[in-house]
């Protein structure tokens, strides 16, 4: 069976980059969609990944079976919306992070939706199943695309689908296993999770804290 | 050195009766503090823990070093500002979960204080040290006392002698490693947490999810 080809928007930023080797590595076709597919064209190269293509947001999104979003999270609303019209993919995977830093203290953002997932949600066509996950794996170990992750990844979403297709993906990843929590307002619980990790870094001088669920 | 006397508001209750016997078992001296102290008597002596005292509220949070509120959340606010005047203690933890189930889904309530350790600590003398923890792991799981938990607890508090305070206790249990995350506005973060825990346990028709970081 041809495995679901997986557009990647920011897949060559912070969150995106490691998510996209470690697909591309599982077998998965990516396409990176970014803002500047030229520049982005030049680190896929320095990645020497052939299986990993770039395309501008819309000729991503349009040409994809699952849309991971690893924008900032400032940049989700605006790209959603400027993109609306070329959604056939049939999922959307929210892996953003709505982290605020205010003097020195890590906060989440007030989202009036519920969380990030829930905006997101809010901003993407109803025909298309929408997920979160890969919220609390840190950015730089999924880079570190050889080193196994050895912890749990959360996953939630508005149908079983759509949790179905998120926790394939995570699961694709060496060392994750996906924790399914449930309907997608869980995300807040899931990007407070992140929040608590970022925490757990600063005070203890950590760069990787994540999780793991006992007890399942 | 003689260890601190530890008060338990609700301590014959579904999550202060294994924190009790557990911390007896460790060598606190405990005083179970009831809003009925004859059959919180009754049933302190099933229990056959010699070690366990008990008080009404007022006289178990007078005669204390640490007072762990126990109680359900609902009656929290009631309590501490009825027994204002009786605090000697030098630290209140907090180890209520402000969950609230609406049409068969957990939910956290809204607290406009932040979390439930926050309107704790509104409602708390000034000189008093507040911690939040013993909130994720499972009621069920502390109150089989001879069984090791092998999970990680999460801590934090509105001064680092706090923040101490709770560790000791937390490290008192057989199979606790405590997590200091910081100040005590985290607690939402780790009150969210415990709902993630009760919706792995539903999802995944388990009883007993708890958590343990990876990293650290």
Same mark, same amino acid.
């Given at each position: ?7 990647? /928007?920011?897949? @060559? ?82 892996? @953003? ?12 953002? !007030? ?11 809010? !901003? ?15 950015? !730089? ?34 060392? /994750? ?6 309907? /997608? ?18 005070? !203890? ?10 007890? /399942?």
């Amino acid at each position: 069976m041809p495995r679901r080809t997986i557009a990647i /928007l920011g897949g @060559t930023g912070r969150q995106g980059r490691g998510i996209a080797r470690r697909l591309a590595a599982a077998g998965f076709p990516i396409v990176v969609g970014s803002r500047d597919p030229a520049r982005a064209a030049a680190t896929v190269r320095e990645w020497g990944a052939d299986s990993i293509g770039v395309a501008s947001y819309g000729d991503a999104i349009a040409g994809s079976d699952v849309v991971i979003l690893a924008l900032p999270f400032d940049a989700v609303v605006e790209t959603l919306d400027a993109e609306r019209g070329r959604f056939g993919a049939a999922f959307v995977i929210d892996v @953003t992070v709505p982290v605020a830093f205010t003097s020195g203290n890590a906060t989440l953002v !007030h989202i009036p939706e519920g969380s990030a997932a829930e905006l997101v949600r809010s !901003h993407t066509p109803p025909s298309v199943g929408v997920a979160a996950a890969f919220k609390t794996v840190p950015a !730089h170990a999924l880079d570190e695309v050889e080193r196994p992750l050895e912890c749990d990844e959360f996953v939630c979403g508005d149908s079983p689908d759509a949790r179905s297709v998120a926790t394939e993906l995570v699961e694709a990843v060496r060392g /994750l296993r996906a924790i399914d929590v449930g309907p /997608l307002p869980r995300a807040r619980s899931i990007e407070h999770l992140t929040l608590l990790a970022i925490g757990i870094n600063r005070r !203890h001088k950590i760069h990787d804290a994540r999780f793991r669920v006992v007890g /399942l």
